[in-house]
């Protein structure tokens, strides 16, 4: 089962948007597990991909689950609290089928960044 850890400011709206997640992955038959979780709380030996909202997808962010060897994602702008979790998990499922889990760090402009 593919665990996603989806970060949010204050913890609202990852919960909503991780049950949205959970039940839109339960139709398209994927066993997946999406659990709402602060960013300091992810431990270092971590082999979930964290899924980050893009408000808080800060370079001291990225730069910690990079330097600690988290894969992440970051979600599309579109993405706030339940609403947008289509649009999520296109970006996570994408993720986690990429080969080899990393695209590169695509800062700024692009709709996501993940690194492994």
Do not use: K
Not at 1 to 13: E, H, I, K, N
Not at 17 to 26: E, F, K, P, Y
């Amino acid at each position: 089962m593919t665990q996603v850890l989806v970060v949010c400011a204050a913890g609202a709206s990852s919960t909503f948007l991780a049950r949205r997640l959970t039940d839109l992955a339960s139709t398209a038959g994927l066993a997946w597990s999406f659990t709402p979780a602060p960013v300091d709380s992810i431990p270092d030996d971590s082999t979930a991909v964290v899924a980050i909202t893009s408000h808080v997808a800060s370079p001291d962010v990225l730069n910690s689950l990079t330097s600690r060897g988290i894969r992440h994602v970051i979600l599309p702008d579109t993405v706030r609290g339940g609403f947008g979790a289509e649009d999520a998990l296109t970006v996570i499922v994408d993720f986690a089928s990429d080969e080899d889990g990393l695209t590169g760090p695509n800062v700024g402009t692009h709709p996501r960044q993940v690194v492994n």
